[in-house]
């Protein structure tokens, strides 16, 4: 999917005032109270694996209490101004493809993250400020928890109002196997001489 929007010269002065207030600075982020993520390379390592993001790509997914994968989406934007509440219709439509909203619980649930593939490196820009505006915007509108933002650029990912983040994944590399990301518990390890010696002994 695509989006963007093409002001027509007359209003382009107004829209840009009004874009400029709908988006977050850092700090502004970091006081909101987000919630950490427990495991964040786990996280993005699975969404890199599922989507293969590429610059220009975001990807909302929506996690459980216990950080697990419920539903996520991947789409791709136009060149055009960094607006806070294009960015938050977007987000909002796409949860409301993939997962049901919350709004009747009284307390959310279930959180949404945002994992943004651009150019550029790490720190902080306009256009990371409207995704976060938008983001938290939309899930307000769906009742969850607004989660971590997430940038995904050549030199790495970062959590962005956290600090932590990695080399790998990045916008290069090739992702991780599933099997790395979202391997499931290992079985009991059964079978062999030993056991089958067992198995024997115990059907006499």
Do not use: K
Request: aromatic share 6%; with cysteine; hydrophobic share 40%.
């Amino acid at each position: 999917m695509t989006f963007g929007f093409a002001p027509s010269s007359a209003a382009s002065l107004s829209t840009s005032a009004a874009s400029a207030s709908r988006l977050l600075e850092p700090a502004e982020w970091a006081a909101a109270g987000i919630p950490l993520l427990r495991n964040p390379r786990e996280v993005v390592s699975g969404l890199h694996a599922r989507h293969r993001p590429t610059p220009a790509t975001a990807v909302v997914a929506v996690l459980d209490p216990d950080e697990r994968l419920r539903a996520s989406a991947s789409f791709t934007r136009r060149p055009a101004p960094a607006d806070g509440w294009m960015f938050r219709n977007v987000l909002l439509a796409q949860l409301r493809r993939v997962i049901p909203h919350d709004l009747r619980r009284r307390t959310p649930v279930r959180t949404a993250v945002l994992l943004y593939c651009r150019e550029g490196d790490a720190r902080w820009t306009e256009e990371d400020g409207a995704w976060m505006w938008g983001l938290r915007d939309a899930c307000t509108l769906h009742g969850l928890r607004c989660g971590a933002y997430i940038t995904l650029t050549r030199d790495g990912w970062q959590v962005l109002g956290e600090g932590r983040g990695g080399r790998r994944p990045n916008a290069d590399s090739p992702p991780e196997p599933f099997a790395t990301s979202e391997a499931p518990p290992p079985l009991p390890r059964t079978g062999g001489v030993a056991s089958d010696v067992l198995r024997r002994a115990a059907a006499r």
